[in-house]
């Protein structure tokens, strides 16, 4: 079965400070994997996608995530933080069946 | 610019009422979804349309039904609403390996 793990439902640090949000999966082939982003109030958007190639894949606002097959990872990382990088991320895997499937969500919280 | 519009955004209803909430794209995509999400619940899939007429259910699409008449306009229909379908909807169109989200309808069944 496929599916998403996001462990940390509330992340907090400091402006300045590096971020990283966790996100494991589990899926049997060679997954696609993506990265959203929600700000308060409004809808998700796109931040990256690792499908094939260079494990680390650059994304939009500075974002970049590391996909590790070893440890079936793709965690999200930024350095460093801002106050406007509060969000709540979602880590998305596409398999076999098109359908995008979503972890539960990281809320970020970036204090100035 | 791709673009995903959906309406009404906020909408309130008594239970037992009839519920259509519209999404729209410009883009042409053969594939769109509707979704809602809840707090402590994420994203879940509710149906997932191929393109004009071919919808499939998502994970859950108990006491929802859609529409798909044009490819640019895929309507979420919910029969005598329940208080339990009180959420945030989203729908989605679909092109090569991206998903592209509308603004949301938060529905409120009082």
């Known amino acids: 079965a496929q599916s998403v793990d996001q462990p940390d439902a509330h992340v907090t640090l400091s402006e300045g400070a590096s971020l990283e949000l966790r996100c494991s999966y589990s899926y049997s082939a060679a997954p696609y994997l993506f990265w959203y982003v929600q700000y308060p109030g409004q809808s998700l958007q796109f931040l990256l996608k690792y499908i094939t190639g260079d494990t680390v894949v650059k994304g939009t606002k500075g974002f970049e995530a590391e996909f590790r097959k070893s440890n079936s990872s793709f965690n999200l990382k930024k350095s460093p933080a801002h106050w406007s990088d509060s969000a709540k991320y979602f880590c998305a895997l596409t398999g076999n069946t098109g359908k995008l499937i979503f972890g539960l969500g990281t809320t970020l919280q970036v204090q100035p | 610019d791709m673009k995903v519009t959906q309406m009404p955004r906020y909408l309130i209803k008594r239970m037992g009422e009839n519920v259509l909430l519209e999404c729209g794209q410009d883009m042409s995509h053969e594939t769109m979804y509707w979704y809602r999400q809840d707090p402590g619940l994420g994203l879940q899939l509710i149906y997932i349309?191929?393109?004009?007429?071919?919808?499939s259910e998502g994970d859950i699409p108990k006491g929802y039904r859609v529409s798909r008449k044009k490819r640019e306009h895929f309507s979420l229909i919910l029969d005598s609403a329940k208080t339990n379908q009180t959420s945030v909807y989203f729908c989605?169109?679909?092109?090569?390996?991206?998903?592209?989200f509308g603004p949301g309808t938060r529905l409120t069944v009082l």
């Open positions: 349309s191929y393109d004009v007429d071919s919808n």
């Open positions: 989605a169109s679909h092109t090569g390996d991206e998903q592209y």
